[in-house]
């Protein structure tokens, strides 16, 4: 029996769009040992068999201190618990859990789950930070043995920088979709002729916060009461003020953050996801899977789930006026059109986003190390 060890900053992130991994190499009879920073989704990741080890992980900005604290904490971890395998998600498990690999000549793979805002044209200082993030990816990845990408964008933008310069690397479809958890739902038909649309995820700027409520305004005052306009999850700070106004004026409902989605995308005729960059966005995949229409930007992560004008429709991202034309174009199909735009999503995601071909891919990859 091998022991495979899995290095990740989000418990909830790994359960709910990898777990599959974990379950699958514990059913071929290894073992499964994961450091993660929190608690939330543990006591269902130890009762399908993983040992789970805690590690405190700071996940914005970048502190030296913590850093080198979080490089120390892996490298002990790898040590004492000796793996045959390490598997990395996100930046700093791939960063610092690479170094410790490399350091202990333990065979690593690594996906790269989203660039965020780092590798975006800005100001000098941005420019300093990418350079910086460039330097750390190309030492996290020296030894690494493949280097998975959610999409093509990602994949040429860490070429171009020479991260992976003689590193293997495998493109798939995101982390997928599981069919079964979120199967095929029959369209909501509310009596009251009401289109919801939903927002799925933390209100923050670089998600499209901002255009968002904006087109939820003018949406609102178009159709009045025939359209519904909500989000479920967190928002940050600087939208607090924002988002109280547009509750308080009827345009906005905000949901409390739930551990399952599939509820309200049941009920939801149409998910919208405005971000400025997504690796491969689950909540797309998620939405489409229980065969829902969705909004999207028209963006690297997002335009891959999507068929434009089949099974939802695509919008320039950072723009309110676009992002609030495609909101339009929805509320006025008919429930039947935008049914049939949902089974088609569903049948895209059926032919192209199965989870189980996606961690199928991972397995080959890990067995020829062990």
Known sequence: MSKIMILANSSGGLYDFRNELVTGLLELGHEVVISLPD?????????EGARVIHTDINRRGMNPLEDLKLYKEYKRIIKEEKPDAVVTYTIKPNVYGGYACRKLKVPYI?????LGSTFQGGSFKRNLVKKLVVAMY?????????????????????EKHGIVSGVNTKLVNGS?????????????????????FLYVGRLMAEKGTAEYLEAAGRIHKDFGDKVSVSAIGYY??????????AVEKGELKMIPFNKDIHPFLKEADVIVMPSYHEGMSNVLMEASATARPVLASNIS???????????????????????????????????DQRRTMGES?????????????????YITEIKKYL
């Open 345 to 361: 999503a569903r049948s895209k995601m059926e032919r192209e986003f199965d989870r189980y071909s996606i961690i199928d891919a």
């Open 110 to 114: 690594s996906t790269i789950t989203g």
């Open 236 to 245: 940050e700070d600087d939208f607090k003020e924002q988002v109280e106004k």
């Open 138 to 158: 190309k030492t996290g990845f020296k030894d690494c043995r493949c280097v998975f990408f959610q999409n093509s964008q990602n994949r040429e933008i860490f």
């Open 176 to 196: 997928g979709v599981d069919l079964k958890r979120h199967n095929k739902e029959a369209y909501p038909g509310h009596a009251d002729d009401v289109v919801r």
């Open 39 to 47: 608690d939330l989704r543990v006591p269902e990741l130890k009762a």
């Open 301 to 335: 992560g997002c335009r891959e789930i999507v068929d434009d004008g089949v099974t939802g429709f695509l919008f320039e991202a950072k723009n309110a006026d676009s992002l609030y034309t495609a909101m339009k174009k929805m509320a006025k199909l008919s429930a």
